[in-house]
């Protein structure tokens, strides 16, 4: 047990490091980054989706009925509904008679705290999904841990812009982005406690994910994107989808 509690610890500090492939982003300057946004901002969507669809949904369905599977995605999917409707009402609340703008604090959107709840929960999976692949047996672990930091990797860069495009100043997207990565370690020791009680709470926190990406997705990112609508952006959009969804499927590989 105590070789597969330092695999656990190791793998899931490493993963949660992955978190800073968006630290690449700060090379670039801000007017470029800018730029780029709506292309980072159109891959994310993409990323999410194809991980919802190509990734957590065969797992959620494999590992429950399809009626819990549709209950818990709906119950997610109020969940996430409710949060938002919070965080859009503290927002305007907060910020009603104040323009945060003109005292150099830009208003930080909610999708982001959305999308950081959101990733914290599916990394939180992956901490203990690798903790119980080393619960199998080492060989598995370190498998399981590679899919994951390939995984991760790709869909860190979309999070990052995300963080960005609502708000953040690059170093506080990197710090949250880096905290919600931090709930791998935490998902990885309460597999270890838990044991072969893991698999039963992962069949609930599947679909709840699932729903999460689904919402962020659909509900929030894809909105911003309508609010560029010249002909030459649908293109970037589309092409910034496309590419989310194919290196989603891509990984299927190294599974």
């Known amino acids: 047990m105590a070789l597969e509690t330092t695999y656990t610890i190791a793998s899931v500090i490493l993963v949660s490091l992955v978190s800073f492939v968006g630290a690449f982003l700060l090379s670039f300057k801000k007017s470029f980054l800018n730029k780029i946004l709506l ?113 991760e990797g790709a869909q860190e860069i979309g999070d990052f812009a995300v963080l960005i495009k609502g708000g953040l100043s690059r170093g506080k997207a990197l710090f949250f982005n880096f905290l919600s990565a931090v709930a791998a370690v935490a998902g990885g020791i309460i597999a270890l406690v838990i044991g072969t009680g893991t698999e039963r709470f ?13 919402y962020l997705a659909l509900a929030t990112l894809m909105p911003e994107l309508h609010h560029e609508d010249k002909p030459a952006q649908l293109v970037v959009q589309i092409l910034g989808i496309a590419l989310g969804i194919g290196i989603m499927a891509l990984l299927l590989l190294l599974e």
């Open 202 to 214: 992962i069949v609930f926190l599947i679909p709840f994910t699932f729903a999460g990406f689904l």
């Open 39 to 151: 292309l980072l901002v159109s891959f994310a969507v993409g990323a999410l989706l194809g991980d919802a669809f190509i990734h957590l949904l065969p797992e959620a369905i494999e590992q429950t009925e399809p009626s819990s599977f549709g209950l818990y995605t709906l119950v997610g999917l109020l969940i996430f509904f409710s949060i938002e409707k919070f965080l859009r009402w503290q927002h305007r609340h907060i910020f009603h008679h104040k323009n945060d703008h003109e005292e150099g604090h830009p208003i930080v959107k909610p999708y982001v705290w959305i999308n950081l709840f959101g990733d914290g929960i599916h990394n939180f999976i992956d901490g203990m999904i690798i903790a119980g692949s080393y619960l199998v047996s080492v060989p598995l672990g370190i498998a399981t841990t590679l899919a994951v930091i390939f995984h």
